[in-house]
């Protein structure tokens, strides 16, 4: 359609892309987890990416103190769910994108049902423990998960590939999440929500040179990111049986 | 008598610490020990089972960074 490839063209031309890499983006079915500060930014992208089918799950509503980082919210939606905040803005950015938004929490007996036919999970939940929830569905059904994390000036993402690289309790097992209401500036979810998006395309793609077995940690007060090896851990008992 | 001591870089600054110190002792005197970090020795991930095996050696450089949960 001679509209797609308008909006599409600057992206089409990338000789990583070209025709056929925008078809598989409009054939992939993605699902984003979280329609806060990192969802806001993942989604967004992958929306006018041209990403075929995007299914999103916030459990919230808006609220005033989101409004500093989460950019697919307006003060006018104060009040509203965010995952009907965000299809009224997606649906508007690019209405060739299916996009399913659901008020839901992510459990264990919720995640397959939420989760759905999607490939590729992208991570933007603000706690733990959902994200161990959606590091085992992931191992289970061996599709990708995108994770990023953010707090105060820094973020962290990497990509854990089921099979090929460690899984999330391989390197945060142990870890003990503090209850409490975290910091945040708001370009900070923008930048690891920005290279989730980035991560995803290029898995939908078939490109390689992903985040595999690299924790990518940015730090703004620093204006630097850092790389860190990670491995499978042999003691994690999630993943090894499946590994 | 002098202490036998070794030069580490630890989260970005030099640090004087006993020689044959592990990272379990390092993380122990820390007080994030409680909520949970990670470390990253000459930027490779070590996990939580070998810190009392990993022995820091002179020029080493640790990160002791707390995970962002956020989103």
């Known amino acids: ?243 | 008598m002098k202490e036998d001591l070794i030069h580490v870089i630890l989260n970005g600054f030099g640090e004087a610490i006993h020689r044959d110190t592990t990272i379990a002792q390092l993380v122990e005197r820390r007080e994030e020990y409680d909520v949970g970090l990670i470390v990253e020795l000459n930027n490779k991930f070590i996990f939580p089972q070998d810190y009392g095996k990993t022995v820091v050696k002179e020029g080493d450089k640790l990160e002791f960074i707390n995970p962002d949960f956020g989103g």
């Not at chain 1, 905040?85 to 997606?90: F, I, Q, T």
């Not at chain 1, 590729?120 to 423990?129: R, W």
């Open chain 1, 1 to 243: 359609m001679k509209d797609d490839y308008t909006r599409y063209k600057r992206q089409i031309i990338i000789p990583e892309i070209g025709e056929e890499g925008q078809k598989k983006l409009s054939e992939a079915k993605v699902f984003v987890a979280g329609l806060g500060g990192l969802g806001s930014a993942s989604a967004y992208y992958l929306t006018a990416a041209g990403v075929g089918y995007l299914k999103m799950v916030d459990r919230d509503i808006v609220e005033m103190t989101n409004l500093n980082r989460q950019i697919l919210h307006r003060t006018e939606d104060i009040g509203m769910s965010k995952a009907d905040s965000a299809k009224k803005k997606l649906n508007a950015l690019n209405p060739s994108v299916q996009i399913e938004t659901y008020r839901d929490e992510i459990r264990d007996d919720t995640v397959e049902g939420l989760v759905g036919d999607c490939s590729i999970i992208v991570d933007a939940m603000d706690n733990l423990n959902t994200r161990r929830i959606l590091n085992r569905y992931s191992l289970k059904k061996g599709i990708p998960f995108i994770y990023g994390g953010v707090e105060k000036f820094n973020g962290m993402i990497t990509t854990f590939i089921p099979g090929e690289t460690p899984c999330f309790e391989c390197i945060f097992s142990g870890i003990k999440e503090i209850e409490e209401v975290k910091g945040i500036i708001g370009p900070v979810p923008g930048v690891i929500g920005s290279l989730q998006a980035i991560e995803a395309i290029k898995i939908i793609l078939g490109l390689d040179r992903l985040l595999k077995g690299r924790l990518l940690f940015f730090t703004g007060l620093d204006m630097a990111f850092k790389e860190i090896k990670i491995e499978k851990n042999p003691h994690c008992v999630v993943c090894l049986g499946r590994q």
